[in-house]
């Protein structure tokens, strides 16, 4: 269906007319789920789409509508959607067997090349999700060193566990989540990424401190970028009080480059925390770092140690169909040059943004690094030059913390109504299979989307 062009629409109504089957099978979910939803980033006013297939870089929902699809499997698809190689692997490894229930050779060459490709990974312990992993990382993290508590930075996520929750993606004012307990938060030492000084301190005069986890592209795949200096002085500091460095990377592994962000920034953590591409869009997460830490879940070499065996299960770990798919998909990322093609991509989508909000007059910012691209819509209305935005100047409070639920809603339904669909960030995690006519079709539903944000009183022009 094509976008709706005439003037006395709404952008809201647009996006009712061509998404009539999305509303009734929402309707219908309501019923039955909460919200209506199975992941809280997929909420969209009034409803979201319904995707009933997609391929490459493009989806189609239950209405017959195409888009060009920037959500990637939540940033897991780097290779697109249903490439040919892992379906082949997946469809192949379904006629085995989808569950053995024992150990099998897929699970070891996937953690070989986990070790290849990740510079900390010296061994390699697979769980069913990100979460699950950061999880494990920080029970490794406070056995290895008997200290309890965690160092983590304001808007930062690693997963929706206990430990992990507050900060994250609310109560940015140290407040208690519903249902998490006060005694656990405690064990916690939240700080904004930009105050290094504060940073460091805290590191120096505390004897309490078991790890540092955060996100290497700065909070949320990269809307709040680091500070300069901060991963390099994390590096040192933590080094030298024997505090675990953790990078999270959930998203930023095998996309910021293929070694991930560790070796695109020259700075190798104690461990890191891996997911999304790491199973080539199935379920899988993993811990990779120091032997000495994770033969913490060795017996023989724990005894060895002196130390505990840190137990860990987990039915659906190094699952066989997951690992057929990441197989494949990891060593396409060795040999192949998808990153780049990726990263590529993604910048001509940023520098074709930024253009549009010039020659629009709108006073927005396009950002972002690698294969990401991030929009800052403005809702406090800064005097912003498009031309030379810098989103670090703004920081977690500018950006983050200064969000307009409703403006992003609007943006994201208004890109969707022109064939286009974006994550709530807003921005996007390109594949390498987008291409030159993505891009082009991106920009064209961009310009779009901020004339009708203009026209519906949503922008004010700079």
């Not at 189609?60 to 499997?73: C, K, L, P, Q, R």
């Not at 998203?251 to 461990?271: C, E, K, N």
């Not at 935005?389 to 500018?398: A, I, R, S, T």
Request: hydrophobic share 40%.
């Amino acid at each position: 269906m094509s976008a709706p062009t005439s003037s006395d629409l709404t952008i809201e109504s647009g996006y009712r007319a061509r998404t009539k089957g999305s509303a009734k099978l929402y309707a219908e979910a309501c019923k039955v789920i909460p919200a209506g939803l199975t992941h809280d980033s997929r909420a969209t006013s009034p409803y979201p789409i319904y995707v009933a297939r997609a391929t490459g870089p493009r989806k189609w929902d239950i209405d017959g509508n195409e888009y060009v699809d920037y959500f990637g499997g939540h940033g897991a698809l780097l290779l697109g959607h249903s490439h040919p190689a892992v379906v082949e692997a997946v469809q192949h490894q379904a006629t085995l067997g989808t569950h053995w229930g024992a150990s099998h050779e897929l699970e070891v060459r996937w953690a070989e090349l986990v070790q290849r490709l990740i510079p900390c990974a010296e061994r390699v312990r697979f769980t069913a999700s990100g979460t699950e992993a950061s999880h494990l990382a920080l029970r490794l993290a406070r056995a290895y060193t008997g200290k309890p508590k965690i160092l983590r930075f304001v808007g930062h996520f690693h997963g929706w566990h206990d430990q992990v929750a507050a900060g994250s993606m609310s109560h940015f004012d140290g407040s208690v989540p519903a249902g998490i307990p006060p005694s656990l938060l405690e064990q916690s030492i939240v700080l904004p990424a930009e105050d290094i000084p504060r940073i460091v301190d805290t590191l120096e005069t505390r004897a309490d401190i078991a790890a540092v986890i955060f996100e290497p592209s700065g909070a949320s795949w990269g809307q709040v970028p680091l500070p300069p200096g901060l991963m390099t002085t994390l590096r040192d500091v933590t080094s030298k009080r024997g505090v675990i460095l953790i990078f999270d990377e959930v998203i930023t592994g095998f996309r910021w480059s293929r070694s991930g962000a560790q070796a695109r920034y020259g700075v190798t953590p104690d461990l890191c925390v891996l997911a999304k591409i790491l199973a080539g869009g199935l379920p899988g997460g993993a811990v990779a770092g120091r032997k000495d830490i994770m033969d913490q879940l060795d017996p023989a070499a724990a005894k060895a140690a002196l130390r505990e065996k840190i137990g860990h299960q987990g039915t659906f770990n190094s699952n066989p169909l997951c690992a057929a798919a990441a197989v494949t998909t990891l060593k396409i990322v060795e040999t192949s040059d998808v990153c780049a093609r990726a990263e590529a991509t993604a910048a001509e989508i940023r520098n074709g943004m930024r253009q549009v909000l010039i020659e629009e007059n709108v006073p927005w910012g396009v950002y972002g690094e690698a294969s990401v691209f991030v929009i800052f819509p403005n809702p406090g209305g800064l005097p912003i030059d498009p031309a030379t935005f810098d989103p670090v100047k703004l920081g977690f409070n500018g950006i983050k913390g200064a969000r307009d639920p409703n403006l992003i809603n609007k943006l994201r339904i208004a890109m969707l109504a022109n064939g286009v669909d974006i994550m709530g960030g807003p921005g996007g995690l390109v594949s390498a299979t987008h291409g030159p006519r993505e891009v082009a079709q991106t920009l064209d539903a961009f310009r779009t989307a901020v004339r009708w944000l203009k026209a519906e009183g949503n922008i004010k022009s700079s």
